[in-house]
């Protein structure tokens, strides 16, 4: 358990956006009323291809569970949906992230919430903390899992840039990807929670920076708000777009797509070229992308997998690169907001679809009526 202080720097809003929730010491008599009762989410059939918002279903709890020692019950306020937690939701399989969701488990993301209750010595009633919580409107919560936020934190900053996608992004190129600057990256999934913080972080560190997501909204939004200066539309044939962004070829690939994108990048690779295989959101992995390994030993390429949970060490770099003041473009924290408990079956859908720009941030409202909306907000630093 730790403690984060990111800048006081108020977040700004794009006009159609909702209200970015700054933790506060809550009063008593809302702490009790909070809880009353619990809602989560569960898995409730197993996905047939892609997961329908039907596969789940919310459920109610009179109290929650009995606090052991060294928990903290957590009345959620924000959670930020991942991408990664497809693989394992009722495949039986487990991920570095996480162990195998099956029917009647609540899937975990990370999130934001306020301590109501706590057996953990680091941890008070009234605490705002970040960490991997339950999709359930209350969680009892070992308290070691979660770092106390200051008051006043901006909370979408810490689910987006400072966060569990801001932080793949930064290991992946950097500690893993030994991004240099000058060099040229190709970035997939670019307009996505992890690639939104990935295409930021690699301009900041001086490299030549190429993104590919699909249709012209997302494509525009890269170019216009995140100042990309080269994109693909992935939903097009890749190599000719490869070889027109980077003429002399990639020094770097951060693969979030697998299949298709990743046979791409192997032909457009330079010598010596590296390839940091970060997800698989394409799932049409059919083609064998290693039939032939000749190319990986030709051109002496690295590929290399990797698990942000390996990470955790270089938080501190990647808040010092983010909340640097001496650069004329600050970095921003992309979310798209959905709003209630039972918006995240349609929200965790629509991120895997690819219908949402950044992150998928769902709000928790506490004690007010509950209506689901959606709105795209960027925090920035
Ligand atoms: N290794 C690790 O430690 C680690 C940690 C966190 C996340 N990840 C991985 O990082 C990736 C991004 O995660 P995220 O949570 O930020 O998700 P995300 O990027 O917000 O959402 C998935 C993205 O995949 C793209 N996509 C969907 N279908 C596709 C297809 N058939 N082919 C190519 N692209 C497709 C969509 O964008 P477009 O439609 O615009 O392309 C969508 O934005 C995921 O693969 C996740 O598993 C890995």
């Not at 400072?162 to 932080?167: E, P």
């Not at 219908?355 to 409202?365: A, D, H, N, Y």
């Amino acid at each position: 358990m730790g403690s984060s202080s990111p800048s006081p720097t108020p977040s700004r809003r794009l006009p159609s956006c909702g209200r970015t929730w700054r933790p506060a010491r809550a009063p008593p008599q809302r702490i009790e009323r909070a809880m009353a009762a619990v809602t989560r989410v569960i898995l409730d059939k197993i996905p047939v291809s892609e997961p329908v918002p039907s596969d789940f279903r919310l459920v109610g709890e009179a109290t929650g569970s009995e606090l052991e020692q060294g928990q903290v019950t957590v009345m959620t306020r924000m959670l930020g949906l991942n991408a990664g937690l497809r693989a394992r939701l009722g495949t039986g399989s487990s991920t570095t992230l996480g162990p195998a969701i099956d029917i009647g488990d609540t899937p975990q993301s990370d999130g934001i919430g306020l301590v109501v209750q706590s057996r953990h010595p680091g941890l008070d009633e009234g605490d705002s903390v970040v960490g991997l919580l339950p999709w359930a409107t209350s969680s009892n919560v070992d308290g070691a899992r979660l770092r106390r936020l200051e008051p006043g934190a901006d909370a979408l900053r810490q689910l987006t840039i400072l966060g569990h996608v801001g932080l793949t992004a930064y290991a992946g190129l950097v500690t893993v990807g030994r991004l240099q600057r000058g060099e040229t990256v190709w970035i997939s999934a670019a307009a996505g929670g992890v690639g939104c913080c990935a295409v930021q972080i690699a301009d900041r560190l001086g490299a030549e920076v190429i993104a590919s997501a699909a249709g012209a909204e997302r494509l525009n939004f890269l170019q216009r708000e995140l100042k990309v200066r080269h994109v693909l539309e992935r939903t097009r044939e890749l190599g000719p777009q490869l070889r027109e962004a980077a003429p002399e070829g990639l020094d770097l690939y951060f693969d979030s797509v697998g299949g298709e994108h990743l046979a791409s990048a192997l032909d457009a690779m330079r010598d010596r070229g590296r390839i940091v295989l970060v997800g698989r959101a394409g799932r049409d992995l059919r083609r064998p992308v290693l039939d032939d390994t000749s190319l990986l030993i030709r051109k002496r390429i690295q590929m290399i997998g990797f698990s942000v949970t390996d990470h955790e060490d270089v938080r501190p770099e990647l808040e010092a690169l983010v909340l640097r003041t001496d650069v004329d473009q600050p970095m921003v924290g992309v979310a798209s907001l959905r709003n209630g408990i039972e918006s995240i079956p349609e929200a965790f859908c629509d991120l895997l679809a690819g219908k949402v720009l950044g992150r998928v941030v769902v709000e928790l409202p506490v004690a007010r009526a509950r209506e689901t909306q959606s709105s795209q907000v960027t925090s920035s630093l």
